[in-house]
């Protein structure tokens, strides 16, 4: 089983930054499909970025695309979600995930896919 630990969450103004890390153990992170997810209060769970461990190919909700980048450092069990020019829809709680499991293309989104998940960070966007 693997555990994910995320870090790196916080309030900020919008138009800011913010890098979440996300930590994986039990498993080596070499063959795991990794990815974020956000929840907003009283919203479900939704899709924000993945990356492949083959590739390292990246995918991402369109909400996200060109202010998101998720990336990987497999030497330290780590995946990272760089985000720029936040606005206060992007304010979540955002959870790692993570599976081993081959995706089939339209799959990355949906929840049901991801087998192990952190227990998530908050991100606050605020003026």
């Known amino acids: 089983q693997v555990q994910l630990v995320e870090s790196g969450g916080g309030s900020v103004r919008p138009g800011s930054s913010l890098t979440l890390s996300c930590v994986a153990s039990g498993h080596t992170t070499t063959t795991l499909n990794l990815a974020w997810f956000r929840q907003a209060p009283g919203k479900q769970r939704e899709f924000v970025a993945a990356i492949t461990y083959s590739a390292h190919s990246e995918r991402y909700a369109q909400s996200v695309r060109g202010r998101f980048t998720i990336s990987r450092d497999d030497s330290r069990s780590t995946t990272y979600l760089k985000m720029t020019s936040l606005k206060p829809e992007d304010t979540a709680t955002y959870y790692c995930?993570?599976?081993?499991?081959?995706?089939?293309?339209?799959?990355?989104?949906?929840?049901?896919?991801?087998?192990?998940w952190g227990q998530g960070t908050r991100v606050t966007v605020s003026p």
């Open positions: 995930a993570a599976t081993g499991d081959v995706i089939l293309g339209g799959l990355w989104p949906d929840v049901q896919t991801w087998d192990s």
